[in-house]
């Protein structure tokens, strides 16, 4: 889509505040410098100008991209570009971690990042995280890694991070006018669970295709960076009998019967009523394996499944073979507890508990709300679907994002960030996590 002229212009002038914080005016330079017009520039201010022309041209290119919904900071550096040479995380990729540093929409440096992280505090409360990817910013104290790898044509490169937060001005010099993919997205616990692109399922016997990297700008505590938008047929895999991470597998998420806690931001914007924009833990073998052998979070209308109060989009628990808001009444649809999620970035949270829970029926809570905000909604909490297959839960422990435990794949919608940790949340953790997620500044 071509965007519209207004928003052109924002980002024109985006970029060319950029440049003029990198020029300085000619009573303020040395004896000698190079001149180009007006502007004076030595040697180290002419080479941030060009990188900073660059970044004008990569933004101006990025057309297709739909803009203006929500802001884009400027990309003013506070001392130029250092140097994007470093040593790659995976063979043939390299480094862009630190190309340049993140600034804000004002006239100095952006707000120091001092959000709690999310797996800080769900690790504290006993519930380690073994999954965890955002293209947007750190989720895991002490990860220093990249968070993303970008790819166009064979080229690939890592981008890192800065405070914290992707560095969006890497991925723009990368990509410049040209479509980058993302081929993978890095499992920042530890754990390897990276995720690539999703081999082919038992649902859609061909493979999934990675993502446009720059399809989705995104401003968090006045940084600029990349969000992942999903269209149909588009979707990623980690631990499966098909994927390349990790070497063994399952690794560190929960199987079986074993409880879980998962969590994604996203958006009630771009949602594709398919199935199944789904986070979370799914079959190994890419197949349906039946009733309980996946759980996922999921956020949409329920494509043929579930339905909440409202006319949605609402946070669910994919199972396999159900999309569920709850069971009421000794049905999946419009649960009354489970209200509608209109907002533009959305905390959704599943919690999977075990069999034992109300009395041998299982036990399954739902929780969302608006990740800009402090409070999150207890959606659900009760027993699992009362149909066979899901008490016990026969989990297996692969990481899907945006398809199908299947490899369904005719959904989409906005991905930000996921976690998938073990045991099963209380409410005053899910509470604390949300709050969390609500100082990261998300759209500010």
């Not at 929500?70 to 550096?77: E, H, I, N």
């Not at 890592?158 to 914290?164: K, S």
């Not at 924009?277 to 209308?301: H, K, P, S």
């Not at 989409?412 to 953790?429: N, P, Q």
């Amino acid at each position: 889509m071509i965007a519209p002229a207004n928003c052109l212009g924002k980002r024109l002038m985006f970029a060319l505040t950029s440049i003029s914080q990198h020029a300085r005016p000619v009573a303020d330079q040395d004896p000698s410098p190079e001149r180009h017009g007006d502007i004076a520039l030595n040697g180290e201010t002419s080479t941030a100008l060009r990188l900073s022309v660059a970044v004008v041209a990569a933004y101006l290119g990025l057309m297709q991209v739909a803009c203006g919904e929500y802001p884009v900071a400027s990309l003013r550096g506070s001392g130029g570009a250092s140097s994007m040479a470093g040593a790659s995380s995976m063979a043939g990729a390299s480094s862009m971690a630190g190309a340049s540093s993140m600034a804000g929409t004002g006239s100095g440096p952006p707000p120091a990042n001092t959000a709690p992280l999310p797996c800080d505090i769900l690790g504290k409360a006993g519930n380690e995280c073994v999954s965890a990817h955002s293209t947007v910013r750190n989720l895991v104290p002490g990860y220093a890694g990249p968070l993303y790898q970008l790819q166009k044509g064979n080229t690939t490169v890592d981008v890192g991070q800065v405070d914290g937060y992707a560095d969006g001005p890497a991925h723009v010099a990368f990509c410049g006018n040209s479509e980058c993919k993302i081929s993978v997205i890095y499992d920042q616990s530890g754990y390897g669970n990276h995720l690539t692109v999703a081999p082919p399922g038992s649902a859609k016997p061909t493979p999934s295709t990675p993502a446009n990297a720059s399809a989705l700008p995104v401003t968090i505590n006045q940084r600029s960076v990349f969000g992942i938008l999903f269209r149909p047929n588009q979707g990623y895999r980690a631990a499966c009998n098909d994927c390349p991470f990790p070497e063994k597998f399952p690794s560190g998420v929960p199987v079986g019967d074993e409880p879980q806690t998962m969590y994604m931001v996203s958006s009630q914007h771009d949602l594709i009523n398919g199935c199944c924009f789904d986070y979370g833990n799914a079959e190994v073998t890419a197949n349906n394996d039946g009733n309980g052998t996946m759980e996922a979070v999921y956020l949409g209308q329920g494509v043929i499944w579930g339905s909440g109060s409202g006319d949605g989009p609402w946070v669910m628990s994919d199972m396999e073979n159900g999309l569920y808001p709850g069971w009421e009444n000794g049905s999946d649809t419009n649960i009354s507890t489970n209200t509608s999620l209109k907002y533009d970035f959305v905390t959704a949270v599943v919690v999977g508990d075990t069999a034992d829970k109300n009395n041998g029926k299982g036990r399954f809570a739902l929780y969302g709300g608006d990740a800009t905000a402090p409070t999150i909604k207890e959606m659900y909490d009760g027993i699992r679907p009362e149909k066979l297959g899901y008490v016990p839960m026969q989990k297996q422990g692969s990481v899907i994002l945006a398809i199908g435990g299947d490899n369904s794949d005719g959904d989409g919608g906005r991905f930000y960030e996921g976690v998938i940790a073990l045991k099963a949340a209380t409410a005053e953790v899910v509470s604390s996590l949300h709050a969390a997620i609500a100082q990261a500044g998300y759209g500010k």
